[in-house]
């Protein structure tokens, strides 16, 4: 699975941005699918998950203001982010794996490339 993710930017703080991880392959929609983010300096961390049934869950400081779903007819994974804020700045990775689907991205399969997300205050 070859995973390429795109949407980030800079944007003010309250501010919005989506988005998106393409992925390839037949079988995208078997598969569970991630996101995680890195600031400099930190461990990379989970933010959400939708499972292959549709089943989400979220990192806590992201809970109401992010939604992850997916679209399996494109092989599409998004990630809406609303209500940004500073801490929120890093690279977002997206992520695949036909097993798992934990908070523990070292169970995680395959990977994107990651795209910047940075939010001014």
């Known amino acids: 699975v070859q995973l390429q993710a795109s949407g980030g930017g800079l944007v003010q703080a309250g501010g919005s941005l989506r988005l998106s991880c393409a992925a390839s392959?037949?079988?995208?929609?078997?598969?569970?699918m991630g996101w995680f983010r890195q600031a400099p300096g930190k461990e990379r961390e989970f933010v959400a998950v939708i499972g292959s049934g549709g089943t989400t869950s979220y990192e806590d400081s992201v809970k109401g203001r992010f939604t992850i779903s997916r679209e399996n007819a494109e092989n599409t994974v998004y990630l809406e982010m609303n209500s940004l804020k500073p801490e929120d700045t890093a690279v977002y990775h997206c992520a695949a794996d036909p097993y798992s689907g934990g908070t523990r991205f070292r169970e995680w399969h395959y990977w994107g490339q990651g795209t910047q997300v940075t939010v001014s205050s």
């Open positions: 392959g037949r079988t995208f929609s078997s598969y569970h």
